[in-house]
């Protein structure tokens, strides 16, 4: 196909921000902090590499997601603990903030509730920004490693992709069964996955991950939460997932409960004020 004559100046347009976040809602840092740091610690998931498991988290507490034995990169499902229809918005939640998250953003639940579920209080990898590949962390691009991509590419039956796993961990702890759970599981937070898309070909790219143990992404909770948490297959992410080659660790999940009063005057956010009508 010939360009047109303007192609060139067509090209040339500067982009405009879709979504300006500085009129989003600013979390309160540092109250979500100070409630963290006088926080104990009450209870704790150890998700088993090429597994996942499910772990509730009231609203004002916070959970932390740590890697323990060596690099490996997690998949993230949260949900409305008390609604499941209310889940988070991978891709809503990239529109507003950009493709990978850090400190002070958000995971954003679905229609129509739109309103934050989790805030990210603390990234120990925020200084890793965005490398010369265009790659960065904790990315809301991808969706979650699956068994009917594998099938459909290279005609597998491979039972431990995150897809798989997430499943597994919703269906044990709700008492649904795999085929119940399965509409519910969606697409992730990548905790610790570094990835971007080429500049070239615009192919959705990933490389090692640069955590190591003593890294910690520490999330703040807006509403009571029902998580699930998969050890990716893919271990750190550096050469391939859906399979058992890659070196896999566990992930630790950690829940902390504030101090009483450390919260006061803080509330859930309401859900969103949209009325609904949609024009009729
Ligand atoms: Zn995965």
New binding site residues.
Partial sequence: MHPPADADARRAIAPVICYPNDSLPAPDLALYRAARDGADKTGEVLVPPRDARAFRVPAGHVFRISPVEGPQ?G?LNLWNAHDLSERFYSGKSRALHGTHLTTGERMWSSFPHLRPMATIIEDTLSWYGIDQYGGSVHDVIGT??DPYTGNLLSGTQYHH???S?LTRALAYETGMSLHEAEPHVHDVLNVFMCTGFTRDTGQYFMKASPVRPGDHLDFFAEIDLLGAL?A???GDCSSE??SDAAACHPLLVEVFAPQPGALDGWTSPPVNGYDRSHGR
């Fill in positions: 990169v998949d979650r490693c992709c995150c897809h796993n998969s990716c297959p893919g997932h859906s």
